[in-house]
């Protein structure tokens, strides 16, 4: 059985909540100075030899930086945080699934929904006229595809093209395998720690957090093309509104999986204006992007309507021990 808890937590009896009775700011310390640290460690090697993202390696560093906030989340849980949560995978979200009928639809919700996110933001950058579309004949990918094979494909473009976008779903599970290595830190263990600071806080700072994270691959001019402070600051504020939704679907469900699930299909997603965009044309990521200010503009409508709504004020809360 599931319970529901309106407002801030903080008053709520201990054993009707899955947060902490207040914020254990040494562990959130910790967990910050921790993931970012070991992301920045991780990334040295594409610093070091001046060639960053263009280094042979990077294909395999950025995998492998995704699991920097889990790793951090389930050092702080285990060694630092007092009282320690029990149970843990409860805390985390990870388990049990209750009811499992809600932690299911909201996962599909979760990945349909972030694809549908990318994808309307392409429609609403082609209709502001920053980026010129093609949607008949995808001139611009069938020049990829020519330069990355002399030899013509015997399957249309266009059916390729399809295929692409079914096989999204597919690779959001996939994806999750590593998106998992993030939402255990940001999702799983960073919000609800910060939730006795109320909904918004809460969702609002690990956000924040998520993005500036991205720091040593931003700075190389990841995402955005902007190796500086203005890169970051794109990345915290799509973090910040992304981070609302994904927050969403950990708070609603209480389950951290329709979020790692989201997340892997927002990548899987991300690259769906190459398929669409007009050959011999170009495209600015600042807005263009999957976290380009045209996306933001995507993601803030669905945020009102899920306040307008009432979705933030529902909040199903996994029955767990009392904190010891």
């Given amino acids: ?161 399809l295929l692409q976008l079914l096989m999204i779903p597919v690779a959001a599970i996939f994806n999750g395998l590593f998106a998992l290595g993030e939402e255990l830190g940001w999702r799983g263990w960073l919000l609800p720690s910060l939730r006795p600071l109320g909904t918004w806080p809460a969702l609002l700072i690990s956000g924040a957090v998520w993005g500036f994270w991205h720091s040593p691959l931003i700075l190389l001019g990841y995402n955005f093309g902007q190796p500086n402070l203005l890169g970051v600051g794109l990345m915290i504020g799509g973090c910040m509104l992304y981070g609302v939704l994904l927050g969403w679907l950990r708070l609603r469900t209480g389950s951290v999986w329709p979020a790692v699930f989201a997340h892997g299909a927002f990548n899987a997603a991300a690259g769906f204006l190459l398929l669409v965009v007009a050959a011999n044309t170009s495209a600015d990521p600042v807005a263009t992007g999957p976290l380009g200010w045209v996306t933001w503009i995507v993601m803030a409508l669905v945020i009102v309507v899920l306040v307008l709504t009432g979705q933030f004020r529902t909040q199903p809360a996994l029955q767990r021990r009392a904190l010891r």
Avoid at 118 to 145: M, P, R
Wanted: proline fraction near 10%; aromatic fraction near 10%; charge should be neutral.
């Fill in 1 to 161: 059985m599931s319970a529901s808890i309106h407002s801030d937590p903080v008053s709520a009896p201990e054993t009707d909540t899955l947060v902490p009775n207040r914020v254990p700011w040494t562990a959130v310390t910790i967990f910050i100075v921790m993931a970012c640290g070991l992301a920045w460690l991780v990334a040295l090697p594409l610093w070091l030899d001046g060639s960053g993202l263009a280094n042979p390696i990077a294909g395999l560093l950025l995998p492998v930086i995704m699991f920097t906030p889990g790793i951090a989340a389930l050092f702080v849980v285990f060694m630092v945080q007092r009282p320690k949560p029990r149970p843990v995978a409860a805390y985390l979200g990870l388990w049990p699934l209750r009811p499992v009928g809600r932690t299911i639809w909201m996962s599909v919700f979760g990945i349909f929904g972030s694809a549908l996110l990318v994808i309307l933001g392409v429609f609403l950058a082609g209709a502001l006229g920053l980026v010129q579309l093609d949607l008949v004949n995808f001139s611009g990918f069938a020049q990829v595809l020519q330069a990355a094979s002399p030899v013509e494909s015997p399957v249309p473009v266009g059916l390729i093209v």
